[in-house]
């Protein structure tokens, strides 16, 4: 079956700084990935999609400065929270989904605590 | 706007019971729905997809039924045990949608030994 690898599972990080989360299919290509953010007790929500090649589609209220997401190849995608605030701190999944297929899979999550 | 309800939001039982997780959405133009299992600080495992046209779906112990004109959907678990415990989400996909889920905040079911 499909395999979507997210890494890193847990990061911490200092206020200011920037991290990167990756996000890659393993045995499939994913041409759409998209990009979920859950905070405590709420719902998943989708942050923006990207298609490989292009540029990502933010969803309404999400800072694309901030969020910088890339998808230049069709097994890898990165999401890099630039200049972390505490507010930040969430935990982000990806999923992947390829061509012609309607759903996607889920990498395990990525745990982002900014202090 | 589609908006995903979930109740109860939390449910405890003790081992061995049948139980029901429900789902409501607002609006019934959705491609599909879909029941994922989160376990904590872990991505999402998919439980069970219903397309529109079904009305339900089983797998083992775990039954989901779907009524789109009412926009209901339920989760069904069948003498549940100990590893049932977990947060299970519900997410439909809007019609024509590509793979962008829109998701319930979970019920947090924990089951006792």
């Known amino acids: 079956g499909a395999v979507v690898s997210q890494h890193p599972s847990w990061v911490i990080c200092k206020s200011g700084t920037s991290v990167k989360i990756e996000c890659r299919s393993l045995?499939?290509?994913?041409?759409?990935m998209f990009w979920y953010r859950q905070f405590p007790k709420q719902s998943l929500m989708l942050m923006a999609t990207?298609?490989?090649?292009?540029?990502?589609?933010?969803e309404q209220g999400v800072e694309k400065d901030k969020f910088l997401i890339n998808h230049a190849s069709l097994t890898l995608s990165t999401l890099t929270v630039t200049s972390a605030h505490p507010e930040d701190s969430s935990f982000y999944i990806c999923s992947a989904s390829e061509q012609g297929i309607s759903q996607g899979t889920f990498g395990s999550g990525t745990r982002l605590t900014v202090v | 706007k589609q908006e995903v309800t979930q109740i109860p939001a939390a449910l405890s039982v003790p081992e061995g019971e049948n139980l029901v997780l429900n789902c409501s959405f607002t609006?019934?133009?959705?491609?599909?729905l879909q029941w994922f299992r989160q376990d904590p600080g872990k991505g999402l495992t998919s439980l069970l997809l219903i397309q529109s046209s079904q009305r339900e779906q089983t797998s083992g112990r775990l039954n989901a039924s779907l009524d789109k004109s009412s926009g209901r959907s339920t989760l069904y678990i069948a003498a549940s045990q100990p590893g049932d415990s977990a947060t299970y989400l519900c997410a439909v996909t809007r019609i024509s949608g590509y793979s962008t889920l829109t998701f319930g905040k979970g019920t947090m079911l924990l089951v006792s030994p």
């Open positions: 609006d019934s133009a959705i491609y599909n």
């Open positions: 045995d499939f290509q994913a041409t759409t």
């Open positions: 990207s298609n490989e090649g292009s540029k990502a589609t933010y």
